[in-house]
């Protein structure tokens, strides 16, 4: 019988330790060492011929072929769809969607390729019971319900399917290894057994995996290595709305955005997603301000909120929802230094409507701009979007693919844009008239002529 002993593994990095540490000596990341069971084993000596080394420039490479899912939106995610051998790690709060998406791309691929669900948190009626529910076209869509990675690893040799999904990685075990489904080791081997097998046989992977606390991927970090693709499933619980955003994409670009819709029937692709993020005030109203902003690829435009008001306490509040905290103090302190408009005796709370996260600078000039029409009770009219990074002279400066976002406020029906002067257009747009402006106290006094 072989000896067993206890190791501590961290939840972040994965590094080993023999013993309980109050931070992990690898990553020095605190309360992350949990217990698990290891075994010593004889060391093998490995044998074999030496790897071929080859010019880079020898390599052959093929046009990727890309596998539609049947959904626009996860399509778009994905950089264009799937790609033979991809493995994409999706994470997400529990009931948010994660599984009623994956079944339906599989139902919706069903027709045309070979697919496989593979359900280690439910059993085959209630997966059945979903499908039903949803109203899919589920004849087409196998399913096997097991846990151990061994047996899900023959089912996908027998099958070869063209798509598979793994819902969830937390659950799955090994038998070689001695520790408790959902422990890292349990998860690192899996995942890495699960990822080989899809670049052999070229099987598009979907590993669904759950998430902490903190809304990152449960697990060893080293989990989105091993992946191709790693998308996060993110909503506001009180919201039917759903975003899915890639933050690692090797065939693909990351940020890209997908926009959902939860109904009874599942998850509907939205046609339109700015019209989610900017109120119908009915009237412009102070304090409020059309950003338009990137999501990847795709040009987004978001209402940004201000609201400015005397301060009751010795010290004003700064808060910001869905903007980064400390560029808010900065655009204050540009305002104040370089437009004079000074905001030291009021609290200042800025919101991004709809729940969106904003990480661009582009979004500075509508902030700015916000604040300084709630500061004064000038309403910005609700046909005018604005962009553009403010630095800490005062200047505004360009935002990326100005064009594209121009021209989609212009299809939504907006008639008037502020932008920096470097992406004023060299041809005159129709249906839209651009202000372009080079320092925050020039866009301040726009605004006054508005």
């Known amino acids: 019988m072989k000896k067993t002993k206890s190791a501590y593994v961290c939840s972040v990095c994965g590094a080993t330790a023999l013993q309980w540490f109050g931070a992990c000596p690898s990553c020095g990341a605190a309360a992350t060492l949990t217990e698990t069971v290891s075994e010593r084993g004889s060391v093998k000596r490995l044998s074999g011929a030496t790897p071929e080394v080859v010019s880079l420039q020898d390599v052959a490479t093929r046009e990727l072929e890309r596998l539609s899912t049947g959904i626009g939106e ?93 819902d969830s990685i937390q659950t799955l075990w090994s038998e070689a290894l001695q520790s408790a489904p959902g422990s890292v080791a349990q998860v690192r081997e899996c995942a890495a057994q699960l990822a080989r097998h899809a670049k052999k046989t070229g099987t598009a ?95 987004l435009l978001v209402e940004i909120q201000a609201l400015v008001d005397s301060a009751q306490t010795p010290n004003p509040r700064r808060l910001s929802v869905g903007l980064e905290q400390n560029r808010l103090a ?34 500075d000039l509508a902030v700015t701009l916000a604040i300084v029409s709630s500061l004064t009770d000038r309403p910005i009219t609700a046909t005018t979007v604005v962009f553009g990074e403010i630095g800490l002279a005062g200047e505004v400066r360009p935002a990326p693919r100005g064009q594209d976002r121009l021209k989609e ?42």
């Open 74 to 166: 996860l399509d778009r995610v994905l950089g264009g769809g799937l790609v033979a051998g991809q493995v994409v790690l999706i994470g997400g709060d529990p009931g948010i969607g994660k599984s009623t998406l994956l079944l339906q791309a599989l139902a919706a691929m069903g027709g045309t390729s070979k697919t496989l669900y593979i359900s280690g948190e439910e059993s085959p009626e209630q997966v059945a019971m979903r499908a039903r529910r949803l109203a899919l076209e589920a004849r087409a869509v196998h399913l096997i319900a097991e846990i151990q990675l061994e047996r899900i690893v023959a089912a996908l040799q027998a099958q070869r399917p063209q798509v598979a999904v793994v």
């Open 205 to 299: 992977l979907f590993i669904i995996g759950h998430v902490t606390k903190e809304g990152a991927i449960a697990g060893p970090r080293v989990l989105e290595h091993i992946v191709d693709t790693v998308l996060y499933f993110e909503g506001d619980p009180y919201s039917s709305f759903r975003l899915v955003r890639a933050v690692k994409n090797r065939f693909g670009a990351v940020n890209e955005l997908g926009v959902f819709a939860m109904t009874d029937k599942g998850l509907r692709v939205v046609s339109n997603p700015s019209a989610l993020f900017l109120s119908n005030h009915g009237k412009s109203v102070p304090g409020s301000c059309v950003l338009a902003t990137l999501e990847g690829t795709r040009p």
């Open 330 to 363: 900065m655009l204050l302190a540009v305002l104040n230094r370089h437009a004079g408009i000074a905001t030291f005796e009021q609290d200042v709370f800025v919101n991004a409507v709809g729940g969106v996260r904003i990480g661009e600078p582009a979004a």
């Open 409 to 450: 406020a212009a299809k939504l029906g907006f008639d008037k844009a502020i932008v920096p002067k470097a992406n004023l257009p060299k041809t005159k747009l129709a249906g839209i008239e651009v202000i372009a402006v080079e320092r925050v106290d020039q866009a301040v006094q726009v605004l006054r002529n508005l």
